[in-house]
């Protein structure tokens, strides 16, 4: 399953410097606008220990971690939805991603240039918002024009649409996001035909033909906040109760510079690094942790001699769909799963004690996979 985030922000946040550490890969990160005009893209694996206890435990001869995509995109400006700094071509790149990655600098640094004086991180998070509103209204004022000609037509399907449309329009011009995932998630509480009128009450029908139109602003975000080691950091109160309370969304603290110096060194280096500096927790591996979580991602297991690996399906998938993550024959010829948690059969020792003790389960078709199952596919 190839999902990926999307990093963006203002031009001199740290993007660049972040995807650097992230990925290990060089990409440009100079001290001007624009730097990066391609998108740069790196895999990186999700930080799990539970893959490298398995692969002990197994002696596998491969490890292969879950895995998540990061494409580094170009400084959004204000006015880019006009086509300012190139802002369409970015908005088109952020547009392919399945989730946003917003870095929001909150150093101040005399010797790094910020395209509105200084860090203001609440004004640069408006910004940034605001560019990919607008750039949706486009969008969805341009559907609405194609859309009435079937309404007139008497289209039921056209009408459906046409209310959804205007419900995302009026959202969208009170310079709020699309709160497509609040929306499915109250769906699961409650008759979804039985909706009010507020911003989070979309029916099945309207979230299906709302996905398909791959708007940006519905699009999971997790604020970056980048610090500096050594440099004065803006008072991050303010901005911590902005993405908590208004926004409602996820956010991490992050040494860009930091992390990418630290990539360079051996894991024990690391930790030795980081104990120095009272710091216990990589930033970056909490950005990965939290992508994956954003987008609504777990993680099953399978162990064995050849591989240990872990596979990427989304949360609440069946035993069937899961198997799909391997190849195509286990959905289609699945006949059942044997199961595991990973720290059962870490503590029985051995696959054969396990079954002994009863710990591994025979499931069917209609099993929900949990997130650090070992699973064993009979087809």
Known sequence: MSLSMGIVGLPNVGKS???NALTKKCVPAENYPFCTIDPSVGVVAVPDERIWKLSEFSKSAKTIPAAVEFVDIAGLVKGASAGEGLGNKFLAHIREVDAIAQVVRVFEDSNILHVDGGPNPVRDIEVINMELILSDMETVTKRLGNVEKDVRKGSKEAIVEKDMLTKVLHILESENLVPIQ????RILDQDSTNRGSGPEDFSLEEIKILKNMQLITMKPIIYVLNQKSGSKN?????VVEFITNKLKSQYVFVDAGLERDLS????????????????????????IKESYNTLGLITYLTTGEDETRAWTVKKDSTAPVAG????????DKFIRAEVINWQELLNAS????AREKGLVRTEGKEYVVQDGDVIEFKI
């Open 17 to 19: 410097t972040l995807f």
């Open 182 to 185: 609040r929306a499915e998630s």
């Open 234 to 238: 803006v008072d991050t109160g303010p």
């Open 264 to 287: 360079e060194l051996t894991e024990e280096e690391k930790i030795e690094y980081r104990s120095g500096l009272g710091v216990s927790e990589s930033g970056i591996n909490s950005l």
């Open 324 to 331: 799909l993550a391997i190849h195509g024959d286990f959905k």
């Open 350 to 353: 051995s696959y054969g004690s």
